[in-house]
Each structure stands twice: as C-alpha cells, then as structure tokens.
C-alpha cells in the first residue's frame, strides 16, 4: 500500500515516517509540505518510493494514481478538509487525533469517507503500546473484577505559548489536543465495553499562565452508563511521568509513563508486574489500518469512534 504523508513536523518526521519503514505490505510513497525543498528532504530522509514523491500541493499529491492512502499529520484545522479531499479522490485515510477542531467537520469526514467507500482511522497511538494491550486482556478477562473507576494524565511542559495549538485559527484546544484526547481515548477504550456510554461529564480548566484563549490544563471528570467513574488530567504547564491507574471490584493496573511515544513505560497490578516488549505504538496503528483497507474490516479507530472523542472534548470546554 503506498501511502502518502501530509506535513513534515515532528510526529510525521520522528514517528509516523520511520513507523512506515516497519510495517509489512506498506511504503512511504509521497509527501506534502508547505515547501517543495522540504518535501523532498523528507522524501530521500524516509525513502519515499515514487519517482516523484515531493508536493507542495495537495490537489497534485491526491491526483497520483499510484498513492493508496494518506496519514494526515498537519495542524487539527487542516485535518478535515484534507481528510475530505482525499476521500473524494478514492485515497483511505489515517488522520492523527484530534480528527478535527469541531463535531460539524468530524461528521463531514465521516460521511465523506462513507460515501467514497475508503476506510477512516484516527491516530490513537496507545491502544498499539504492548503493554497497554495486556492490560487489556487482563481486563477484559476480569482479571481486575467489575470496573468501578480509571484515571489517567499526561502532561508536558511548553516553553511558550507560540505552537498552533494555543490559537483558536489552527486549534480548539491546546492541553486537551495535544495529549488530553489520548488520556480520554484510553480511558474509553478501557471502559466503554463493559461500562457503557459516557453520561455524565465535567470538566475544568486553567488557562492563567499565558492568558490565552486555550485549555493550559484540564482535568475531566466522566460518569459511565454502569456508575464507574473516571477522571482525565492533560497539561501544558509541568513535565512529570505520565500515569493511568484502572481500579475494579478486586483489583487494579498502575500504567507509568506508558502514555508516551516510546512504547516504554512500567505496568503494575495487585499481583505484581505484567511483562511486556517494547514495540512501536505509531506502527501498530499503521497495521491496523492497511489491514482494515486489505480487508474491508473497521480500523481499530474508526472515523464515529474519533467523533466520539471529539464530542466529548468539545462538550467538555463548553462546560469549563
Ligand atoms: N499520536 C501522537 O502521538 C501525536 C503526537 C504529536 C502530534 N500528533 C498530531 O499530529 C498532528 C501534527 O502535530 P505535530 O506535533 O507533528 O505538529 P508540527 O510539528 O507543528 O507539524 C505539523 C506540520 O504540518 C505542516 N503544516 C501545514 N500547514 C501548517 C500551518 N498552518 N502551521 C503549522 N504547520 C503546518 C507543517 O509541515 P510543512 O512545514 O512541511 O508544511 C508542519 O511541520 C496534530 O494533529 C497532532 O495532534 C499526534
């Protein structure tokens, strides 16, 4: 499957890119870039496979009849209308998380994907971490007993507030879509199966240190169809291990530093430590996908799931 790659910044050049070069029955094949120099420095870097594989444009990018699908790695207001592009020129789409900056253009990708008949995955690199995959099952297989209440935080520590997530023009939300979207998409990957639905859902947020019009943090707290509970903790303002507890009836699993890039991390239950192998998450999220387009089945996040997501976090700051 040859697969396009739309913006060359940091996930597409340091995970997205190399994650390609790992997955069987997939190749880097072209790329978009606001610059042509840039586009092909990315191409020779990653070893991009046509013999044009630099675009400035995405109307010449989608009109290759060689490219099968696109990963879309730009600004959160670029996703829905490149998603859409896409779709109507016959390519599948990967598009990073959040899908889009309001529930108006996610459902837009949705339908356009549809009605094309590509598939649509939204980039929720976690659910691929191996150690977060046995957690899983252990769950799953009620190894921690009824589910009663998660947690999960992630933050970081920006130096200013200039990246394009902190502006209402290229972002809805800056702690929130840079990482508060995975702590709440693990968060219902757990516990929607055997919890239901989100009910109920509030949500504060901090936003004094820069003044600007963006979530610095936000913490939200979410009430499922069975009663349990779970909170979510995304920052910009402190750089500290990233942690994910899920507790049940009669016992519990201790994720530290596991919601990261690096597939790394330490998992504990009350029965002491689960063992698992360091993997690239970014590849495991490429393989679903080019294994729902080889065989017609949902991605593991398929386009309504992302929605969800999206739903959520903008009912959240609506609340906040
Ligand atoms: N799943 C994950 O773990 C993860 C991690 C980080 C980011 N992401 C998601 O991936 C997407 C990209 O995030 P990023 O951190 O990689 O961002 P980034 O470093 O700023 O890169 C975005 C790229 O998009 C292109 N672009 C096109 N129009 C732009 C504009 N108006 N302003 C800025 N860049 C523009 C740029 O490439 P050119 O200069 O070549 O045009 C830029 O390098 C976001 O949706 C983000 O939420 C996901």
């Given at each position: 499957?040859?697969?396009?790659?739309?913006?060359?910044g940091s996930?597409?050049?340091?995970?997205l890119a190399p994650a390609l070069q790992r997955v069987e029955g997939a190749q880097l094949w072209s790329v978009l870039s606001r610059d042509r120099g840039r586009a092909r420095r990315f191409a020779r870097r990653h070893g991009a496979a046509s013999l044009e594989p630099a675009h400035d444009s995405l109307e010449t990018l989608l009109a290759d009849p060689g490219l099968d699908a696109v990963v879309i790695a730009t600004p959160d207001h670029l996703h829905a209308g490149q998603a859409i592009a896409a779709a109507r020129a016959g390519k599948?789409?990967?598009?990073?998380k959040p899908m889009a900056t309001t529930v108006a253009e996610?459902?837009?990708m949705v339908e356009a994907c549809e009605?094309?008949?590509?598939r649509l995955a939204v980039g929720y690199h976690l659910r691929w971490h191996a150690g977060h995959r046995r957690m899983l099952a252990l769950i799953r297989s009620r190894g921690i007993g009824e589910l009663r209440h998660a947690r999960a935080q992630w933050t970081f520590k920006a130096e200013d507030a200039r990246n394009w997530r902190a502006w209402p023009e290229t972002a809805?939300?800056?702690?929130?879509?840079?990482v508060g979207t995975h702590c709440l998409d693990l968060i219902r990957w757990v516990m929607v199966p055997q919890c239901g639905e989100v009910v109920s859902l509030a949500c504060t947020v901090g936003r004094e240190v820069w003044n600007g019009p963006h979530d610095e943090t936000a913490v939200l707290s979410l009430r499922f169809e069975s009663g349990a509970t779970a909170e979510c903790c995304a920052s910009v303002l402190f750089a500290a291990p990233s942690r994910a507890e899920i507790y049940g009836s009669d016992g519990y699993v201790r994720c530290e530093d596991t919601l990261s890039r690096f597939g790394a991390g330490s998992i504990a239950t009350q029965n002491?430590?689960?063992?698992?192998?360091?993997?690239?998450?970014?590849?495991?999220a490429i393989r679903d996908f080019v294994t729902a387009v080889e065989t017609g089945g949902a991605p593991e996040v398929d386009g309504r799931e992302g929605l969800r997501n999206l739903e959520l976090?903008?009912?959240?700051i609506a609340l906040a």
């Amino acid at each position: 499957m040859n697969i396009g790659v739309l913006g060359t910044g940091s996930i597409a050049d340091s995970n997205l890119a190399p994650a390609l070069q790992r997955v069987e029955g997939a190749q880097l094949w072209s790329v978009l870039s606001r610059d042509r120099g840039r586009a092909r420095r990315f191409a020779r870097r990653h070893g991009a496979a046509s013999l044009e594989p630099a675009h400035d444009s995405l109307e010449t990018l989608l009109a290759d009849p060689g490219l099968d699908a696109v990963v879309i790695a730009t600004p959160d207001h670029l996703h829905a209308g490149q998603a859409i592009a896409a779709a109507r020129a016959g390519k599948h789409v990967l598009v990073e998380k959040p899908m889009a900056t309001t529930v108006a253009e996610g459902r837009a990708m949705v339908e356009a994907c549809e009605s094309a008949g590509v598939r649509l995955a939204v980039g929720y690199h976690l659910r691929w971490h191996a150690g977060h995959r046995r957690m899983l099952a252990l769950i799953r297989s009620r190894g921690i007993g009824e589910l009663r209440h998660a947690r999960a935080q992630w933050t970081f520590k920006a130096e200013d507030a200039r990246n394009w997530r902190a502006w209402p023009e290229t972002a809805s939300w800056w702690s929130l879509s840079a990482v508060g979207t995975h702590c709440l998409d693990l968060i219902r990957w757990v516990m929607v199966p055997q919890c239901g639905e989100v009910v109920s859902l509030a949500c504060t947020v901090g936003r004094e240190v820069w003044n600007g019009p963006h979530d610095e943090t936000a913490v939200l707290s979410l009430r499922f169809e069975s009663g349990a509970t779970a909170e979510c903790c995304a920052s910009v303002l402190f750089a500290a291990p990233s942690r994910a507890e899920i507790y049940g009836s009669d016992g519990y699993v201790r994720c530290e530093d596991t919601l990261s890039r690096f597939g790394a991390g330490s998992i504990a239950t009350q029965n002491g430590i689960l063992q698992f192998d360091v993997t690239d998450p970014y590849a495991g999220a490429i393989r679903d996908f080019v294994t729902a387009v080889e065989t017609g089945g949902a991605p593991e996040v398929d386009g309504r799931e992302g929605l969800r997501n999206l739903e959520l976090l903008t009912e959240a700051i609506a609340l906040a």
